[in-house]
């Protein structure tokens, strides 16, 4: 007897809303382009959740950006890299939460 597997189901529209929204979730982590996503996209909850975090994470660079060498040459990079893991994974459809980003991205209220 074969077994039958099932996968969790998810809401209706929340597949709908992943791709439907992929592409501009991704551009949320190209820095500044993560305010235009929280404004123009508020109906998308994966594309607020990306941008969100994609908000965070150029704040932190802009304040990286003020600490010699250690923000210049560690953190921005640093930055850059978690930025481009989750532009990847908003293009594949998935919620990343990266850690002490999403945390601080959670409380950003619109």
């Known amino acids: 007897m074969a077994e039958e597997t099932t996968q969790p189901q998810q809401p209706a529209g929340v597949d709908k809303d ?5 592409l501009i979730a991704a ?13 123009v996209k508020k109906d998308s909850k994966f594309a607020q959740f990306h941008a969100k975090q994609g908000l965070v994470l150029f704040l932190g660079s802009i304040i990286a950006g003020f600490i010699p060498f ?10 850059g890299i978690v930025a481009l893991i989750g532009l990847i994974q908003a293009l594949m459809g ?11 991205a959670e409380k950003i209220k619109l």
């Open 94 to 104: 998935k919620y990343w939460k990266i850690p002490l980003v999403s945390d601080l």
């Open 27 to 39: 551009l949320a982590y190209l820095w500044i382009i993560s305010i235009i996503v929280l404004l």
């Open 70 to 79: 250690l923000g210049w040459f560690i953190l921005n990079p640093i930055i």
């Open 18 to 22: 992943v791709q439907d929204n992929k």
